[in-house]
């Protein structure tokens, strides 16, 4: 098969061919565009290629009496460009067919991990089985577009939500695609860009001592035998509700006053310096026998769900709108306004960031007014030196 620069001259009057019934003679311009001249004289151009699945095509571009060489030399790119764009998206399509879909994904990619480096993985995959993978499972990674983020924001807001559970939705959504575009499933996570919704309904909650006088009546009546201990445990420590609820017995020094929480939040374990009075409901707790410290009186396991006690608790104290979660707030609160050190508190709440402890620094008008009298006698004192 001779290769030429084709020229306009030799393509209006090509040689026949010597052997056989045709000669395909190649442009050297452009590659794959070919003359092919037969025993009867008629002479065409081709355009010889492969195709998207890499089988070789001929594409008959037009007899060159016809066609002229700059004509056919242009079809012939107009060809090229129109194969190497399938080409392209035969290749996409072959990368989209290896990407998996959110539920191949979540099942045996991301659980998996979860289970190893998060402690929150049950919760975390109760959350994607009830309202994520519901949408959105069989649909590829690579299907689930920005927009689609942003309908689902839209959507729970309307079936009632609120702020606040959307956006942990949200933040596990981000998570899991951040981790399929860290692993090189997708080139690009939708979620970049979509921001956070703006939560009204965060509220800090401290308690007043007439307040807490109330809880603390309330708790002596409660006739559960662990909740009432758990709670005012948690009200002396400022300790999570988890911490607490999985604390065992071998954890803890009643001589040295002191509580090792072998996994915290941060990930490491902890130490926390016990009061006296903690002490005192731990000894009350003595007489429970198994490993942990709040068990279940019913499995013997960590009590983890006790809301129908708590709501009874915090009614009878006329509390209704108190969280658990409020007495960690009250714990920092009652230790900036004995004049605490924000250094102090964040290592009793064991935040691994001071930022994170300053949203529970609540100084109560009282010793906010307190320090204005500081600031005057100060003053006064100065002024009567002269």
């Known amino acids: 098969m001779p290769k030429m620069n084709l020229e306009q001259v030799f393509a209006d009057n090509p040689p026949l061919p010597e052997k056989g019934n045709k000669t395909n003679y190649f442009d050297t311009q452009i590659t794959g565009l070919l003359l092919e001249v037969r ?45 190497a764009l399938k080409q392209r998206s035969a290749v996409t399509k072959e990368k989209s067919d290896d990407i998996p879909t959110l539920q191949q994904f979540v099942d045996e990619h991301y659980l998996a991990f979860a289970k190893m480096y998060k402690r929150s993985w049950r919760l975390e995959e109760l959350m994607l089985r009830k309202r994520i993978l519901p949408r959105w499972g069989p649909m590829r990674l690579s299907e689930i577009t920005r927009g689609f983020i942003l309908q689902f924001q839209s959507d729970f807001l309307q079936e009632g939500y609120k702020p606040a559970t959307v956006n942990r939705s949200m933040a596990l959504i981000k998570f899991i695609f951040n981790l399929a575009e860290k692993w090189e499933i997708i080139e690009k996570s939708p979620v970049w860009g979509v921001k956070q919704l703006h939560e009204n309904n965060k509220k800090e909650r401290y308690l007043s001592q007439e307040e807490l006088n109330r809880l603390m ?146 100084l109560s008008q009282d010793t906010l007014k307190e320090a204005t009298e500081v600031a005057s006698l100060s003053v006064y004192d100065k002024t009567s030196l002269k």
């Open 217 to 362: 009546g309330a708790l002596k009546v409660c006739k559960s035998t662990v909740v009432p201990d758990l709670i005012e445990f948690l009200i002396l420590t400022g300790a999570r509700k988890g911490e607490a609820a999985h604390a065992r017995w071998e954890d803890v020094d009643l001589q040295k006053c002191t509580w090792k929480v072998p996994l915290s939040k941060s990930g490491k374990a902890r130490y926390i310096p016990l009061s006296n009075a903690a002490v005192t409901v731990l000894l009350r707790r003595k007489r429970e026998e198994g490993p942990y410290i709040f068990p279940s009186p019913k499995t013997g396991k960590p009590i983890t769900n006790f809301y129908t006690t708590w709501y009874k608790i915090r009614t009878n104290a006329g509390l209704p709108d108190l969280r658990v979660h409020d007495l960690r707030h009250n714990f920092a609160s009652l230790l900036i306004n004995a004049g605490r050190s924000l250094y102090e508190v964040q290592k009793l709440l064991g935040h691994a960031n001071i930022t994170t402890t300053q949203r529970y620094a609540h």
């Open 39 to 83: 025993k009867t004289g008629k002479a065409t151009y081709y355009l010889r290629y492969r195709d998207e699945y890499r089988r070789i095509k001929h594409r008959r571009i037009g007899p060159a009496d016809g066609v002229s060489l700059h004509e056919a030399r242009t079809k012939a790119q107009e060809i090229k460009a129109e194969n």
